[in-house]
């Protein structure tokens, strides 16, 4: 069984910064790809960022240059760095892990409200 948890999200205004955290515990099977996925009110789970154990990344393009994805295995734990926070991304952010035998897990989101 695998547990996430996710923090720092937060009020802040356009153009200012978060970093958020994902803390992953229990066994995916050894070192697995990490993403974030935000849910607008009214809206579906909408991918943000993906990071693999060796540190590819992959951004969804409403948010390249802006927000960046990283890691620290020793610490189970993923970032996801936003910058130039626009009203737009307000949202609750989710982090998500795929284990071994392809069962994904998700933390239980962490609110970011950008206002202008």
């Known amino acids: 069984q695998v547990q996430l948890v996710e923090s720092g999200g937060g009020l802040v205004q356009a153009g200012g910064s978060l970093r958020l955290s994902c803390a992953a515990s229990?066994?995916?099977?050894?070192?697995?790809?990490i993403s974030w996925y935000l849910q607008a009110p009214g809206e579906q789970r909408a991918f943000v960022a993906w990071?693999?154990?060796?540190?590819?990344?992959n951004y969804a393009d409403s948010v390249k240059g802006r927000f960046t994805i990283s890691r620290d295995n020793g610490k189970n734990t993923a970032y996801l760095q936003m910058n130039s926070l626009k009203a737009e991304d307000t949202a609750v952010y989710y982090c998500?892990?795929?284990?071994?035998?392809?069962?994904?897990?998700w933390g239980q989101g962490t609110q970011v409200t950008v206002s202008s």
């Open positions: 229990g066994s995916t099977g050894g070192i697995r790809p």
């Open positions: 990071i693999t154990a060796d540190g590819t990344t």
């Open positions: 998500r892990i795929t284990d071994l035998y392809g069962r994904t897990y």
